[in-house]
């Protein structure tokens, strides 16, 4: 399998929080690999019941002709109708970035990152997903991992990953009982020095198409 893009300049922070939040940052490309299979083991499985209804929605797929094309460019609040897989699960879903916002240095104090915050300042990638075929089968996984910020350059922003509650942006999974035709909006974190910004999102999933490597993410800008 195909691991996320990292920027060689750039190492992820890592923010974890409980009743009070903790965070450790480190320099090695490999923890970001270590922490995305650890957060698919602590995913929660889909009911026998999904499933079922999963198999169902899979015959009705939506055809790969009515599928935005990888390397699409949108304005911000247009639709775009992907792929998307993770885990056992598979389906089409439509994904709209509704906007970026700025906040402050002091949105990442109670993160307790140091020094590693320095310097930088959060963005917030605001997006709503609606399920279009399959969507019985995503109940419980996460897109957030397959959105990503965007420097003016169309380099990828410093990532964030934050365990537990940020008030300023939190990132929701596809709820359990996902079906076609539901909504529900997550909100992804994403840095930028202050001398930039993060001026465009991508949708750039691992495998297929859309993936950064091979295929041609969906960008919004």
Known sequence: MRTRKTIATMSALFAASSLALTACGDDEPDNEDTTSEEATDETEEPTDDASTEATESTSQAVPSGDLTPAGTELA???????????????????????????????????L???????????????????????????????????????????????????????????EETFPGDFSDGASFETCVTYLAQESTEVAAAQYAPREGDYNSYDGEPVVWK
């Open 76 to 110: 911000l609040g247009e639709a775009a109708t992907v792929s998307f897989s993770s885990g056992d699960g598979s389906g089409t879903v439509q994904v709209v970035v509704d906007e970026i916002t700025v906040g402050t240095p002091a949105d990442l104090e109670p």
């Open 112 to 170: 307790d990152l140091g020094d590693q915050a320095a310097g930088f300042v959060p963005y917030y990638i605001q997006v709503t997903v609606t399920g279009v075929s399959g969507s019985a089968e995503l109940g419980n996984y996460s897109i957030n991992e397959s959105i990503e910020g965007l420097l003016p350059d169309g380099e990828k922003a410093q990532t964030i990953y934050i365990i537990g509650d940020f008030a300023p942006c939190e």
